[in-house]
């Protein structure tokens, strides 16, 4: 089984930031692995560790890209793709706009992405790019089987976990939800050093600028408005409670 | 005259509250633009609903009714969207974010060649579509516009009240013609399996009751369920208790999860990482019962009370009980 993931290097969320002029800005540059991306790169592997095959992933970004690309490197992917780009203004149309480019020479039994980035939580490429390809394809999945040549994809849908039995080939949009990736390990770490990392450009994928105009922008960044402050309620906890369920039905009306 | 179109999905027999809030937006917006409002159902007896809609002021309604749109399934659910934008060509198309919708609005854009705004809180029309969207696991609201038309734009839970408008309206009906061959699917559903869920819905709910790693077994499970039966409440879950299995993972509120948005909002043993936080923050009132003074989910909580979930619920319970009792 021939597989690929879609990685993307995100800002870690959990680090402090602040907004200046509508824009974000960090106080150090922390930059990791999309955690859905981990576990995209983590579920593609545990199908080969059974069932054989590579997994090879593919990343659009600057320079700085190149640690995350070592990372699922790390993790066992075989081969990576670096597609040198600036994407800051771009949109999730443009990330599948490429990323459908790289792929259309190319093939594959099956492309996987995350469900969503842990940024911008668009969830968006992974379809556009099922949809540019003319692939068919399961989002948010939450369990990977292979069997006579099919995927069995568990999604978890609204109500409840429906399984699809998808054709090779396909697209499946993965859950963090599915599994915990591996921590690399040293000697993952090593071998990532000399494992393949292909360079391509745009213009190697024959990307014209008007091909990957935008069609959403951001137009700035405002923090989200504070709570009012709440209160927290001490005392023997019977009283506690009474406060409580008094507060809820007075105060703020809601019982 | 211009079409702003609103995907209705149905469920239990109605249209959902989230598409009801979509709808109910869409509607001032069309109001105040002059352009009509329209509503779509995909639903193997798609006729049934119409009625429903009526209250909500809608000029027309479309309809895609074949036996396959009776489970989600994402092809033909992406043909028959596809069928009704190609019909109805609105400026702009909203649908409610649900897992089903996230599941084709990016196959849909590339599809009809729209602008995409996902899971936005908040929408307008202006010479261009503006949202806003919260990112950075709702810890930033983004602004964010569209460079072209048309426009399809996914709204959360809760960002809208659904009102019905001061008179209603005698719509009418499309049907729009849908051919579909199942022979050509090349993904195909097995089966859906569903967890023993609360009787309340949780993205139609009023209150919530979510239960964290605090809630460590079936005794606990059972105080949280009797609480949300007293309530009338939903139950809802973090990550870490549905991991643990003591609860099904359509539960699961948070940037993976739902986002929820109700009125009252119980957290019980959740410590509030900001990955959950990101579903819930919206809640009007917040609730915590936390055993750690120093959890972050009292930094957000409208009342906290620090203690130990065994020993508060059941006095909670006896409390509301006996308010209960009084009125
Ligand atoms: C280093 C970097 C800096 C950026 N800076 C800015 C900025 O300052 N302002 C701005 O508006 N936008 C910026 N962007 C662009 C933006 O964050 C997204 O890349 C773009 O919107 C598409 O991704 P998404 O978050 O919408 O994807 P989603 O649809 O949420 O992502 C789903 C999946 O798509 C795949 N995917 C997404 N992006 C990539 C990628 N680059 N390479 C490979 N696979 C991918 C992954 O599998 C991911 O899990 C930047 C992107 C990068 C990589
Ligand atoms: C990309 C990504 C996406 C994620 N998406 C989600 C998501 O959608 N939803 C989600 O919930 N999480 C999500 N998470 C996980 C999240 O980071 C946390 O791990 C999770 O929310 C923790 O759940 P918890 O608060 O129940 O558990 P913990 O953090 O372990 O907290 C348990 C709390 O219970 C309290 N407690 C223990 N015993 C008692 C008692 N007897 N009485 C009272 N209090 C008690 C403790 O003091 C503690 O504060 C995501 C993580 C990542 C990386």
Redesign the pocket.
Known sequence: MKLC???????DIQAPFRIVDG??QFDVER?VL?A??AS?VEGALQLVEQHGGTVEV?????A??SETIRKALAMGAERAYH?E????????????T??AAFFRDRSYDAI??????????????????AERLGLPYVSNAVGLAYEDGRLIVTRQGDAGREIIELTLPGLV??SNDMNDPRIPSIRGIMQARRKPVEQLTLSDLGLSDDALR?Q???TGYRPVPPRAPGRKLEGEPAEVVRELVRLLREEARVL | MSTYLCYIPVQQERPTRAALEVLTHLRALAHRDGAQLAACVLHPEADRFVEALKPYGVNRVYLVKHPVLARHLNAPVLAALEAVFRAAQPALMALPSTEAVKDVL?ALAARVGAAAL?DVSAFDIGTSVTATRPVMAARVL?DTETTVRPVLVSVRAGSYEARPAESPTEPDVVEVPFDFDTATLRATLREVVTGATGQVDLSEADIIVAAGRGVRDEAGKQLVEALARELGAAIGASRAAIEAGLFPASLQIGQTGKVVSPTLYIAVGISGAIQHIAGMAGSKVIVAINRDPDAPIFNIATYGIVGDLYQILPLLLEEIRRIKAES
């Open positions: 993931v879609c990685i993307k290097q995100v800002p824009r974000l930059h999309n859905y991306d995209a593919v990343a659009i970004g600057p700085s890209v597609i780009a600036d994407p800051s203004g771009w949109d999730s149309a443009t990330v599948a490429v990323l996987f992405t995350g469900k969503q980035a842990q940024d911008t939580d668009a969830g968006l490429t992974g379809t556009m790019l949009t993965i935008p959403t922008r951001v | 990016g996902p983004a």
